[in-house]
């Protein structure tokens, strides 16, 4: 019979899962971390894993979703400091997006060892449509406010922020587009977009 938890050990048992997730995907990824390493790294059995966890990948999904909102916050705080945007204001916001993004293991690890299709496969559809929704919801009011302030373009918000997102993915397809050209390619974009969403 499964034993009963308190709510601080529950809390206590979450924080040390959350702790072993970080540290076990961090050293072995996520197709190598066995669910065995992770209660053992929490010092919990397995079958209390999963009163907290349906799989691995949820656990994993939960991290990339607290790295995923200090990263966001990390830089909207910054491009808030900075004061009013502009296009220049708006290259640096890209290209320190791009460099946070792409020099993270565990993003990296997404798309380098196609842990997106995996978590793709396990992952309830309806959460990964609300993490999708999430970045929206976050981004959004910058759009706006960016174009009340007139410079930047008209062109409906939820288009922006879907234009933002697809210049991030390709952070994460280094070697698809090519290791020799990725830079230049990558800072062309930047520059590209941040001209095509700059108001005349």
């Known amino acids: 019979m499964a034993r009963k938890f308190s709510d601080h050990e529950k809390e206590r048992i979450r ?47 939960e991290l990339l979703e607290l790295e995923e909102e200090r990263v966001r916050r990390q830089l909207l705080e910054e491009t808030e400091e900075s004061g009013r945007m502009d296009k220049e204001k ?3 916001f890209l290209r320190k997006s791009l460099t946070v993004i792409g020099e993270n ?43 009340e302030e007139g410079w930047l373009t008209s062109q409906r918000p939820e288009i922006i922020v879907s234009l933002i997102r697809s210049l991030i993915l390709l952070t994460l397809q280094k070697r698809m587009i090519g290791e020799e ?20």
């Open 90 to 92: 708006l290259v640096r």
């Open 105 to 147: 293991p565990f993003f990296r690890q997404l798309y380098e060892e196609d842990v997106m299709e995996q978590l793709v496969r396990k992952l309830p559809p309806e959460k990964l449509a609300a993490h999708f929704d999430k970045d929206a919801d976050v981004a959004m009011p910058f759009v706006r406010r960016w174009q």
């Open 15 to 61: 924080e040390r899962l959350v702790e072993a997730g970080k540290q076990c995907f961090g050293l072995y990824g996520l197709k190598k971390t066995s669910i065995e390493q992770l209660t053992k790294a929490a010092g919990i059995a397995q079958g209390t894993f999963y009163l907290f966890f349906p799989s691995k990948e949820e656990l994993y999904f």
């Open 181 to 200: 050209v990725f830079d230049e390619t990558m800072e062309l974009l930047i520059q590209l977009i941040a001209q095509g969403l700059t108001a005349e």
